[in-house]
């Protein structure tokens, strides 16, 4: 079974402008969840999407934003970008259908530089 | 502060060694606890997970969970330069949202 992928797999921005990033979890998974990671604070969760709906939501400004598809592919878009959101965009599905927890399973990333 | 505390080290043992890793955290609301290696350059990959304190084992790993102390640990047996990553410690509670330890680069020298 494949695999978690993310494309594009690198990206290199400047300050004000806006970046999609796409997801395509493991056949069969619903959810999907993106997180950041950066050196200083670590991994942070995004948001989680399940069947086209945000059900999480992390402690992120409103120029953070996803979606889902109909066939559970995810989008993440950051506007208005900022030096700071330089990082590696992780992202992660799971199986799970309601509110239980099930094994996460993380695709490579997406490694943003913002110039 | 965050939920979870993790030391970042870097750690570096000899290979053959038991590489011990902890993790703190602060809600007792957790009830699911993992464990993620990751090696450079890519994404985080399960290595283990529970939601009750005691062991678990899974070959050259073990898992212990003690919720009473709110402290979670991973142990590496015989531990292999191909161990060499940052392990990250992650809890949860029923929702599913993950909360990550800083992780702890571990690095296993020949």
């Known amino acids: 079974k494949a695999g978690v992928t993310q494309t594009p797999r690198y990206l290199i921005k400047t300050r004000g402008q806006q970046v999609t990033l796409s997801c395509s979890p493991i056949s069969g998974h619903r959810s999907v969840s993106w997180y950041q990671q950066t050196p200083g604070q670590g991994l942070q969760f995004l948001f989680e999407?399940?069947?086209?709906?945000?059900?999480n939501k992390g402690n992120f400004p409103g120029r953070f934003s996803g979606r889902q598809f109909s066939n559970s592919r995810s989008e993440m878009n950051v506007s208005t970008l900022e030096l700071g959101d330089s990082a590696l965009y992780l992202c992660a599905s799971s199986s799970r259908t309601s509110g239980y927890t099930d094994t996460q399973y993380f695709g490579p990333g997406t490694r943003l530089t913002v110039l | 502060q965050k939920e979870v505390e993790q030391d970042p080290g870097p750690l570096s043992v000899p290979e053959g060694a038991i590489v011990s890793l902890n993790c703190t955290y602060s809600?007792?609301?957790?009830?699911?606890f993992m464990w993620y290696r990751q090696y450079s350059r890519k994404g985080p990959e399960l290595l283990m997970y529970t939601y009750s304190s005691g062991n678990k084992e899974d070959g050259r790993f073990t898992a212990q969970v003690d919720k009473s102390s709110k402290y979670i640990s991973l142990f590496i047996r015989d531990s292999q330069p191909s161990d060499s990553a940052t392990y990250l410690c992650?809890?949860?509670?029923?929702?599913?949202?993950?909360?990550f330890g800083a992780g702890t680069q571990v690095v296993v020298t020949p």
């Open positions: 992650a809890v949860t509670d029923s929702w599913g949202k993950l909360q």
């Open positions: 999407y399940f069947s086209e709906t945000q059900r």
């Open positions: 809600n007792s609301a957790f009830q699911y």
